[in-house]
C-alpha cells in the first residue's frame, strides 16, 4: 500500500459521499458533470487536501491510472454498475433546487473546515471539460508514472500517493 505510514487518513466522510457531494456542486451550480469528469474533479479534491493538510488523506481510496486518467473503483462501481452512468452521460439530479441545497448544506457541514479546500478546488477544475481534465491528468507526473508500468490499454496500476503529494506540493513550490 502506497501509505507507508506517513499519511493521516480523514475520514469523516466516504468517498462515495464526496462524489455525490461534487455531483450536487455542479448540479447547483449549473455546470455539467459525467462520471468521467467525477473521477478527475475526486482526483484534485484529494491531491489537493493532501498538499494543504499536510499529507492527510479526506479518503482511503487509492486512484488507479486508467486509460482516461485517474479512477477511483469504488466510485466507478457505483456510477458506473450501480447506477449506469457511462463515461460521457451527464449526471443530472431529478430534484428541486431546495432539495438539493438542503443535501448539499448537510453534506458541506459534515466536510466541516475541509469544505472550503473542496469548494476552492471545484471552482479552479469544475468548469473544465471532461477532455481537459483528462489532458491535464495525462501531463502532469503522477499518473503518467504509474502508466509507464503499463504493458496495456487496461492496465489498472495504483497512482502513488506520495507521487501525488510531491508533485502537487511542488507547484506551490514553484511559484513562491
Known amino acids: 500500500m502506497y501509505l507507508c505510514g506517513l499519511y493521516k487518513s480523514y475520514s ?3 468517498i ?3 462524489a455525490k457531494y461534487v455531483v450536487l456542486y455542479c448540479n447547483l451550480n449549473g455546470i455539467d458533470i459525467s462520471h468521467l469528469k467525477l473521477q478527475k474533479l475526486l482526483y ?3 491531491s489537493w487536501h493532501l498538499v494543504y493538510f499536510e499529507k492527510e488523506l479526506l479518503f482511503s481510496d487509492t486512484p ?4 482516461n486518467g485517474p479512477v477511483y473503483t469504488t466510485v466507478y462501481s457505483d456510477y458506473f454498475h450501480k447506477q449506469g452512468y457511462k463515461m460521457n452521460d451527464l449526471i443530472v439530479l431529478d430534484q428541486d433546487n431546495s432539495n438539493l441545497e438542503k443535501e448539499y448544506s448537510e453534506l458541506s457541514n459534515k466536510l466541516a473546515d475541509k469544505a472550503a479546500l473542496v469548494d476552492k478546488v471545484l471552482l479552479k477544475y469544475s468548469t473544465l471539460t471532461a477532455e481537459k481534465l483528462v489532458l491535464l491528468t495525462h501531463c502532469e507526473m503522477p499518473w503518467s508514472k504509474a502508466r509507464e508500468k503499463c504493458e496495456d490499454m487496461t492496465c489498472r496500476e495504483p497512482i502513488s500517493i506520495d507521487d501525488m ?6 507547484l506551490i513550490t514553484n511559484k513562491a
Open 12 to 14: 469523516i466522510m466516504s
Open 16 to 18: 462515495i459521499q464526496l
Open 44 to 46: 484534485y479534491i484529494q
Open 64 to 67: 488507479e491510472a486508467w486509460l
Open 165 to 170: 503529494y510531491s508533485y502537487y506540493s511542488s
